[in-house]
């Protein structure tokens, strides 16, 4: 079982920054893919961003040049650093590791609100 623990939401102004980071309870070098998720009061959990295990990132459409991920897999740490936050970023975001297509571990979440 790994253990996910997320870490840096809050309260934002629109416009604002936010640094999200998740710290897995074991390695995280040879994982198929590791990413960032969110669900909206109301709406399906959706793909925000994701590493897989060959280098591809993939960004969802509404946070493409906004939103960066990375890991550092020394400290068995992912990152998002998200920039010109919007109200429609307002969300829980998870992270969410996946060993295999069948395999997969998600994090307790956190609260991101973009609000004035």
């Known amino acids: 079982q790994v253990q996910l623990v997320e870490s840096g939401g809050g309260l934002v102004q629109p416009g604002g920054s936010l640094n999200l980071s998740c710290v897995a309870s074991?390695?995280?070098?040879?994982?198929?893919?590791m990413g960032w998720y969110r669900q909206a009061p109301g709406k399906q959990r959706e793909l925000v961003a994701r590493?897989?295990?060959?280098?591809?990132?993939d960004y969802a459409e509404s946070v493409k040049g906004r939103f960066t991920v990375s890991r550092d897999t020394a400290k068995k740490t992912m990152y998002l650093r998200m920039n010109s936050l919007k109200a429609e970023d307002t969300a829980v975001y998870y992270c969410?590791?996946?060993?295999?297509?069948?395999?997969?571990?998600w994090g307790q979440g956190t609260q991101v609100t973009v609000s004035a």
């Open positions: 969410n590791l996946r060993k295999s297509v069948a395999r997969e571990f």
């Open positions: 074991e390695n995280i070098f040879r994982v198929y893919a």
């Open positions: 590493i897989k295990n060959d280098g591809t990132i």
